[in-house]
């Protein structure tokens, strides 16, 4: 494995955990603790890996040579009935997580941006680079409105009554199928939907940083 697939594989695991951490910072600040006294408010990689999401699914990625690379961590645990706020905290909870990755996405962006009057090195720029296209993918991704992603949970803060209750009824339907939802899921984006995406993602990052190439 050369340097610049540990740094992706590096980025992409940081990434995700400071996009659960903050899942249980929002919920902590709208009164629920249940994520800081699970000690899970950390930026410790250890905390927060999920042996499917965390290690099955990279590694068969990776091993089947299927062109893309993503993955998810341990779920933050949060109680919905302590927050403070009961009409709009699942969802403030659930839009911090792809939240942070687009405020990382802009902030490397702008600092690819500046980088020739910075006098910024090749190498960091490209770090860089890296950083704003995984943040944005896992932003992109993780608001697809399917559950468990955090879309869902978006999505349903702003359905009216009737159609929150039938969507309530799907995501509870399709929660229950549990890993085989997971897995047909993967295989479905990545066979009927994986290029759209990845182009839509590119066409951000290009926007965002000006740069024609990773």
Do not use: C
């Not at 408010?41 to 999401?53: A, E, R, S």
């Amino acid at each position: 494995m050369d340097s610049t697939s540990i740094a992706i594989i590096i980025v992409l695991i940081l990434s995700i955990v400071i996009h659960e951490v903050s899942h249980g910072y929002a919920a902590n600040w709208l009164g629920d603790p249940t994520a800081r006294l699970a000690g899970r408010l950390t930026l410790n990689p250890i905390k927060h890996i999920d042996p499917v999401g965390s290690v099955l699914v990279p590694a068969l990625l990776l091993l089947s040579s299927a062109g893309i690379l993503f993955g998810w961590a341990k779920p933050v645990p949060y109680n919905p009935y302590n927050l403070r706020n009961q009409k709009w905290g699942d969802t403030i909870v659930a839009a911090a997580g792809p939240g942070i990755n687009i405020l990382i996405a802009v902030i490397f962006a702008v600092i690819i941006r500046a980088a020739v009057p910075l006098g910024l090195s090749g190498s960091f720029i490209e770090l860089s680079s890296y950083i704003v296209y995984i943040n944005i993918l896992l932003a992109l991704f993780n608001l697809i409105p399917i559950p468990p992603l955090d879309g869902s949970k978006v999505l349903l803060g702003f359905l009216p009554f009737n159609a929150a209750m039938k969507y309530r009824g799907i995501m509870a339907g399709i929660e229950r199928m549990g890993l085989l939802f997971t897995f047909l899921f993967i295989f479905l984006f990545i066979t009927l939907f994986s290029g759209p995406f990845f182009t839509f993602v590119y066409f951000i990052f290009e926007a965002l940083t000006g740069l024609g190439g990773l």
